[in-house]
């Protein structure tokens, strides 16, 4: 599939990837998390089952795997 990014000449490609987001405030970090890269810029796309999945995911309040160390780039 071509990338979506006006004027990039790249595809998408499978991959997993280790995906962050934020949920009350916190950082979240989930590891093989299966997207779409663009193989030029690096876009990311994940489909609507794995959004959804990610969103059941930390609504459980599961206990995670481990624990990563946040550095803070902007203190
Ligand atoms: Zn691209």
Same mark, same amino acid.
């Given at each position: 599939?071509?990338?979506?990014?006006? =004027?990039?000449? =790249? $595809? %998408? $490609?499978?991959?997993? /990837?280790? @995906?962050?987001?934020?949920?009350? =405030?916190?950082?979240?970090? /989930?590891? @093989?998390?299966?997207?779409?890269?663009?193989?030029?810029?690096?876009?990311?796309? +994940?489909?609507?089952?794995?959004?959804?999945?990610? *969103?059941?995911? +930390?609504?459980?309040?599961?206990?995670? *795997?481990? $624990?990563?160390? +946040? %550095? *803070? %780039?902007?203190?």
């Amino acid at each position: 599939m071509k990338c979506s990014i006006e =004027g990039c000449p =790249g $595809e %998408y $490609e499978g991959r997993k /990837i280790v @995906h962050t987001v934020r949920f009350q =405030g916190k950082v979240v970090v /989930i590891d @093989h998390v299966p997207a779409k890269v663009c193989s030029v810029c690096g876009d990311t796309l +994940l489909n609507l089952k794995t959004t959804q999945r990610i *969103e059941g995911m +930390l609504q459980k309040t599961t206990k995670p *795997e481990a $624990e990563v160390p +946040l %550095y *803070e %780039y902007a203190k």
